[in-house]
């Protein structure tokens, strides 16, 4: 369903500074835009805060066509528990690997020219030591279900992915919505799906009339709908429509009209800036310092 698109992947971190330096530094992403918010998010964007955050969304060039990553900061939490959800980003860069040995990041060869890093807080990424492509380097994402097949059932049919490879053996397949989009790889961990205190969020985007079908559709299903049919505004920016659904395994998936979405996407050219400008004015690690007191664990 070429009318579909796969857009990011949204990540909870503690220490928004040494996260910041890992996907500029290593990774060789670059800070897309950010944003300051001073209360949680209608659709739980940030998760179950009401408290101050900030998004950021980190990549190799604009959402229109590359898979990003959103960087959630709740200010006040210190950490997040992985659970056995989010197994992981592939990506092919040999410049990431040649960054990652530059800076002393430890690096696993985990097969023949694949290398497992690890970001602040705990995410894999797998890095194919291979030329970057002028395309999007991420290749796919990689997620935990506790029944392959129930999951395919779900992904491919009631969400509409095309089934790219599936391995019986290694009870693992691979969707996606067009060849040229990053891939979402389902792998069955023979155990019920933890979703810890991080659990992550999965967006796509999809025409807005597709929205209500979309929802009508799980409804019929008695699948589950965390957020019904919702309008998002950004002060200064175009307002977006979105439903946030959960697959069997929980797994959270935001979907997002596209017209909407495409216009407050747009790289901001000052988002490096906004970043840097927030981190220096966040004195809460100081603070927590000098008072001998630990940051709260989500």
Known sequence: MATRRALHFVCKVGDRTQTAKYFRDVLGMKILRHEEFQEGCKASCNGPYDGKWSKTMVGYGPEDHHFVVEL??????GDYRLGNDFLGFVLQSSQAVCNAREQGWPLTEVKSGVFETMAPGGYKFYLENKKQPETDPVQKVTLGVSDLEKALNYWSILIGMKIYDKDKEKQRAVLGFADDQCKLELLDIGEAVDHGTAFGRIAFSCPREELPGIEALMKQQNQKILTPLVSLDTPGKATVQVVIL?????????FVGDEAFRELSQVDPNGSHLLDAAMAADKSDEWFAKHKIQKASA
């Open 246 to 254: 959960a697959d069997p395994d929980g797994h959270e998936i935001c």
């Open 72 to 77: 959630t900061y709740n200010y006040g939490v």
